[in-house]
């Protein structure tokens, strides 16, 4: 009778449990439909997942067998007796796993609402970026801009200096800002099936580092590199911006550019390859 009403008062926590657990679960997803708000996601998510567990530690403790039973079979069984047993078990057992199948559904009632909650913020995250972080803002005909919008000209530049560009209309896009130095036309040893992606001297890379993504922002002119100063890679300027010290192992992307009819900078097309860190070039 004892561990009759005990295991009746151990389902009724359990489904207590489950209860509180899908009620917070469906509460959750309601919350994320409605915008989310951070506080409430905590406490309901914290209710779902504790129903649960309480739910499933209070069936595992009472509900489940401790052990191996261990009975003496000296005596012999009273005559009349095994009917009466088997009788005893096949109605307590009828009993209990009515209780369990009760338990079962409202376990998965609580599992399904979980479910359900998590759903919503794997949404959230959005759609494939897709070969979006391949490709930048630059474009054949794009004409060359300074931060604050004005046109670049050929003419802007003298021999050893270096200013930011942006393709025009696109001064936000940090990963197309790009860096346009001149140099002498005679010292650049352009990589093969470069050679026209230079105009009289000017020269554009990507300034983005190849290693962490920190912007490689230091020109130094007796040297002719590039030099990024979070961790020290340094990139030839006239040997295809390739890296010549610190941990970078890919060199900068160069942007082909060339000079229009009134006399502006423009792109011949994107870059040579993905700008940043050199992850994102990896075959997937």
Not at 158 to 167: D, E, N, R, W
């Amino acid at each position: 009778m004892n561990d009759t009403k005990t295991e009746k008062q151990a389902v009724r926590r359990i489904a207590i449990a489950f209860a509180v657990s899908t009620v917070a679960g469906l509460s959750l997803a309601l919350v994320y439909i409605r915008g989310g708000n951070v506080q409430a996601e905590g406490i309901l998510l914290a209710l779902a997942l504790g129903g649960l567990g309480w739910g499933m530690a209070e069936w595992a403790g009472k509900l489940m067998p401790a052990g191996p039973e261990v009975g003496d079979y000296a005596d012999p069984p009273v005559p009349g007796a095994e009917e009466e047993v088997a009788g005893v078990v096949e109605e307590g057992w009828e009993e209990s796993f009515g209780r369990r199948k009760f338990l079962f559904r409202m376990l998965g009632a609580a599992a399904a609402a979980m479910g359900l909650a998590l759903v919503f913020p794997i949404r959230s995250l959005g759609p494939s970026p897709g070969t979006s972080l391949l490709r930048t803002s630059w474009a054949r005909g794009i004409r060359m801009v300074r931060e604050d919008g004005r046109l670049v000209q050929a003419s802007d530049l003298a021999q050893g200096g270096v200013i930011t560009v942006f393709p025009e209309g696109h001064t936000d896009q940090a990963d197309s800002q790009t860096l346009l130095i001149r140099v002498d036309p005679a010292t650049i040893q352009a990589p093969e099936g470069r050679e026209d992606w230079t105009a009289d001297g000017l020269i554009a890379y990507s300034k983005i580092c190849t290693h962490a993504g920190c912007p490689v922002g230091l020109y130094r002119v007796a040297t002719h590199d590039l030099f990024c100063p979070c961790h020290q890679s340094t990139f030839d300027v006239l040997d295809g911006a390739k890296p010549i010290a610190g941990p970078a192992t890919r060199a900068l992307p160069q942007l082909p550019i060339e000079v229009d009819d009134e006399g502006y900078l423009v792109a011949r097309d994107d870059f040579s390859e993905p700008v940043g860190p050199s992850f994102w070039n990896m075959p997937t």
